[in-house]
């Protein structure tokens, strides 16, 4: 790469922009990274007070890939790296209005009092189900009661779909929202197949499934992965500097951004999906009229990336309550509990925060990590704080024995948190990679193309810098 090179603009400082940022910079690649945020890190935001560590957002990160130890490795931060409390494996799904252990095998379902009978018979018979074949995209409700039976939809997958996308599995799409589950369905005609065979190709790619994935966090929390890959960037972060248009010109792009214009080899978006609709986009090119968008009467602006603005974000609020030991009934020992809709309850789902890690809440006390509002009670996440923590309190305490006061509490709302994969998720996939062909040099990554987790996020700010990288070895 030469030193002359107009830098790659990256909008967008979550996790995606961060990493993508990060190993372009290594790989000699200036870059620039635009956010209209005042901080780095996006969703991840980890707080110290009072002896207690409250994440705001997600709490740990899955190992699914090679490609996120490695990020790990070259960031410096294997030292700092916490792998979670062997003790704390256990999760819990909540029936008959209390948290059940789910089994640590597969065959220990036929056991458990998390299904009846008839729900069982059903996972017994799932391998001799036919698979659909009729090419018709489906809810992840539809493909369950399909495969197996509504007992299960309602008690397990309603509770799992809360827990991932604090979505609504009526709506969210299996073959975009759980690809893996469609996979194993074309490819090996069963689920429970498909866990069997589907595990020696993922041994041999080197990937882990979610559910087997190390879980793990730092010292002092996710927040010190952002602030450590933020550092290495210096002045080439631009917070508080949003991005208002880009337009394609005759050597690369320009980014039009509150503090005025700048010229780049190429722009990677790694924003957000509603923000991506509001941004103001000229395709064309002195020298390429046909690269100049036709699709809208308004100058200079996409209408494709006003689609965009279809993609659903419900509002997710995040109540992060300390308690004294002693009061609190239930041992928490694990990961948390995920709670279906079924069983009456407002928050979505509990972490055990201080099981996962150490120094997570001062000795004698417990940290929980609960969430309100999604797709499923959406007008409950923007309740004042003080009644957030009211209801929250409510169910833990039918749930898990907790009286008395919090001794530490801290709500934080994300008014659009998640990106619904809802059914027809296919046509914004279609858009972005028709306008990355139609406009070379633009790339899209992030959340709502890669997936929601944050390994999925990690992964895919790597993926993004090797193929812009290789479109600026190219160009």
Known sequence: ????????????????????????????????????????????????????????????????????????????????????????????????????????????????????????????????????????????????????????????????????????????????????????????????????????????????????????????????????????????????????????????????????????????YCGTAHRLAELEIEFGTPNSRSARSDATNEPNRSSAFREFSEIRYPPVASVVLGFRREDVAHSCQGYGMLIPKIEGFKILGTIFSSALFPNRAPAGHVLLTSYVGGERYPELASLPPEQLVGLVCEDLRVLLGVKGPPVFQHCALYPKAIPQYNVGYGKFKDVMNEIETKAPGLFFAGHFRDGVSLGDSIVSGVNIAERSEKFLQTA
């Open 1 to 268: 790469m030469t030193l002359r090179m107009k830098p790659v603009a990256i909008i967008g400082a979550g996790i995606t922009g961060l990493t993508a940022a990060f190993y372009l910079k290594r790989a000699g690649v200036p870059v620039v990274v635009y956010e209209a945020g005042c901080r780095a890190g996006g969703v991840i935001q980890s707080l110290r007070k009072d002896g207690f560590l409250a994440e705001f957002g997600p709490n740990t990160i899955l190992e699914t890939s090679p490609k996120i130890a490695l990020l790990i490795r070259d960031a410096g931060l294997e030292s700092r790296r916490l792998t979670t409390d062997p003790k704390a494996e256990a999760r819990y799904v909540v029936r008959y209005r209390r948290p059940i252990a789910m089994p640590s095998s597969q065959l220990g379902i036929f056991t458990s009092e998390l299904l009846s009978a008839k729900a069982k018979l059903a996972l017994l018979r799932e391998p001799f189900v036919p698979r659909r074949r009729d090419g018709q995209e489906e809810s992840i409700a539809e493909f369950v009661v399909r495969r197996l039976n509504r007992e299960f939809l309602d008690q397990m997958i309603d509770a799992l779909v809360a827990g991932i996308y604090a979505g609504d599995p009526h709506r969210l799409s299996v073959q975009h929202a759980f690809p893996r589950l469609a996979e194993l369905e074309a490819r090996y005609g069963s689920l429970i197949k498909g866990q069997i065979f589907g595990a020696r190709e993922r041994k041999r790619r080197g990937e882990i499934s979610k559910d087997r994935a190390t879980k793990f966090s730092f010292d002092e929390g996710l927040q010190v992965l952002p602030n450590a890959l933020a550092a290495q960037l210096e002045n080439s972060l631009k917070l508080n500097t949003a991005v208002t248009k880009l337009t394609r010109t005759g050597e690369g792009w320009r980014v039009s951004a509150s503090t005025g214009d700048m010229e780049h080899s190429a722009v990677i």
